[in-house]
């Protein structure tokens, strides 16, 4: 096996990559073993003698797998988590969220006649000084009181 390394580093500068992505043509090392210089190179190139292999990408099969199974809710249990709950979930961002679809329900049930104003404004006081943790929590609440929530 003759030593190409010099053909090898002059096909890399000229193809502009790496020498391992270099390849050469296993039918015409006569030819490769005799060029040595740049333009002797670039004229094989040209011939397909030599040319670079595509760079490899990062595989993507692996993460698919177990992105899909996280969609699912697989590997995401308490082994995996790190960081306080505040920091997976920004408790603000779910305030807003909670008290948003509170005060819709609220509206709903006084323009639908089902409370009066008067008891509407109580509720909606309740809820902004968090008398309720969730929708559920604030039906229930009515239910209690005798108000019949659909």
Do not use: C
Not at 112 to 117: A, F, K, L, P, V
Not at 127 to 144: M, P
Request: aromatic share 6%; no cysteine.
């Amino acid at each position: 096996m003759t030593d190409l390394s010099i053909q090898r580093r002059l096909a890399a500068e000229v193809l502009g990559v790496g020498e391992n992505r270099v390849r050469f043509d296993p039918e015409r090392l006569k030819d490769i073993e005799a060029a040595l210089t740049k333009e002797d190179v670039r004229r094989l190139i040209k011939d397909g003698a030599i040319w670079a292999e595509p760079s490899g990408r990062n595989a993507r099969g692996r993460w698919k797998e177990r992105h899909e199974k996280r969609r699912k809710g697989h590997r995401r249990g308490p082994g995996k988590r790190r960081g306080a709950k505040g920091a997976r979930e920004n408790p603000h961002r779910r305030w807003v969220s909670t008290i948003r679809k509170l005060r819709r329900f609220l509206k709903w049930l006084r323009d639908s006649g089902t409370i009066d104003t008067a008891t509407y404004r109580k509720l909606r006081a309740l809820a902004k000084g968090g008398a309720f943790r969730s929708l559920a929590d604030l039906k229930r609440h009515l239910v209690e009181r005798g108000i019949q929530v659909t």
